[in-house]
């Protein structure tokens, strides 16, 4: 059964970019495999695929995967296509990241924080993820699937016992049990806001809104790539999203992806 019938949510956005089509799958392997080949097939910007299930869902970090089982979640991904270098692109995921947490800010007030590039966290435990991908042409962006999976009705013996401590869900940490309907409309709402405000006026006021959400600011971190490692104090983003970093030297330096943690 639909979690959220199709029709109904497509009327109640109609005008808005995003969600002005959505493809409900009843399972799938991956909402961002589906949206990468519709992409492919020349589906228009702001379409969007939602499933209740997702086989291989995947991470951000290679080899990763995303716990997906029914009934529990949202697993969206949102087809965007930017008049933009893709040098760009990586902003998308901070926009995703500030549109999620203002929609979950509703539900626990004052503990949404976002973890740079792409985790929110409720109270240091990541209850959404994103997942940012690129098809390019040229110099070009030729779509940019943003995947969002959020954990809504997840009980905390039902996360696979190496994420029950680092991850939550909206049920454990609100008071109220969540709508999954709801969630995946405001969700839906924030981003068509944020993406408007991304293409119209740049990634400054989106810039601020994140720090205003950010966690770890001011924390001495380590930054871990495939082969690297940065260590500093997290001092902020700049106007791209990179991530900044002083190091013990006073040099502030811009970190573009990687694996943040406390040190
Ligand atoms: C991460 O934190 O590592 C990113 C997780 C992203 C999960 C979402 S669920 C919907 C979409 N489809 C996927 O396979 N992954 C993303």
Request: proline share 5%; aromatic share 6%.
């Given at each position: 059964?639909?979690?959220?019938?199709?029709?109904?949510?497509?009327?109640?956005?109609?005008?808005?970019?995003?969600?002005?089509?959505?493809?409900?799958?009843?399972?799938?392997?991956?909402?961002?495999?589906?949206?990468?080949?519709?992409?492919?097939?020349?589906?228009?910007?702001?379409?969007?695929?939602?499933?209740?299930?997702?086989?291989?869902?995947?991470?951000?970090?290679?080899?990763?995967?995303?716990?997906?089982p029914?009934?529990?979640?949202?697993?969206?991904?949102?087809?965007?296509?930017?008049?933009?270098?893709?040098?760009?692109?990586?902003?998308?995921?901070?926009?995703?990241?500030?549109?999620?947490?203002?929609?979950?800010?509703?539900?626990?007030?004052?503990?949404?924080?976002?973890?740079?590039?792409?985790?929110?966290?409720?109270?240091?435990?990541k209850?959404?993820?994103?997942?940012?991908?690129?098809?390019?042409?040229?110099?070009?962006i030729?779509?940019?699937?943003?995947?969002?999976?959020?954990?809504?009705?997840?009980?905390?013996?039902?996360?696979?016992?190496?994420?029950?401590?680092?991850?939550?869900?909206?049920?454990?940490?609100?008071?109220?049990?969540?709508?999954?309907?709801q969630?995946?409309?405001?969700?839906?709402?924030?981003?068509?806001?944020?993406?408007?405000?991304?293409?119209?006026d740049?990634?400054?006021?989106?810039?601020?809104?994140?720090?205003?959400?950010?966690?770890?600011?001011?924390?001495?971190?380590?930054?871990?790539?495939?082969?690297?490692?940065?260590?500093?104090?997290?001092?902020?983003?700049?106007?791209?999203?990179?991530?900044?970093?002083?190091?013990?030297?006073?040099?502030?330096?811009?970190?573009?992806?990687?694996?943040?943690?406390?040190?």
């Open positions: 059964m639909e979690f959220t019938p199709v029709a109904h949510l497509e009327r109640r956005l109609r005008g808005l970019t995003i969600g002005h089509k959505i493809h409900f799958l009843e399972c799938t392997d991956s909402t961002n495999t589906v949206a990468l080949s519709l992409a492919r097939e020349g589906a228009s910007e702001g379409e969007v695929v939602i499933t209740d299930r997702q086989l291989k869902g995947r991470g951000r970090l290679a080899g990763r995967r995303w716990q997906s029914p009934g529990r979640n949202l697993y969206m991904s949102v087809i965007l296509r930017p008049p933009l270098p893709p040098s760009r692109a990586a902003s998308l995921t901070l926009v995703a990241g500030v549109s999620v947490a203002e929609a979950l800010d509703r539900y626990c007030p004052d503990r949404v924080e976002l973890k740079w590039p792409n985790d929110v966290l409720i109270e240091g435990k209850v959404c993820g994103i997942l940012t991908e690129m098809m390019t042409r040229g110099k070009e030729e779509c940019v699937v943003v995947g969002i999976g959020v954990n809504i009705l997840m009980k905390r013996d039902e996360f696979d016992p190496e994420f029950r401590d680092k991850a939550t869900s909206l049920l454990e940490a609100s008071d109220h049990p969540p709508d999954r309907r969630v995946t409309e405001e969700i839906i709402r924030k981003l068509d806001h944020w993406y408007g405000i991304f293409l119209r740049g990634f400054r006021p989106v810039r601020e809104r994140w720090l205003h959400f950010a966690s770890l600011l001011g924390r001495h971190v380590t930054v871990e790539n495939l082969n690297s490692r940065e260590r500093g104090v997290v001092a902020g983003i700049d106007e791209e999203g990179a991530l900044l970093l002083r190091g013990d030297d006073g040099r502030v330096v811009s970190v573009l992806s990687g694996d943040v943690s406390p040190s």
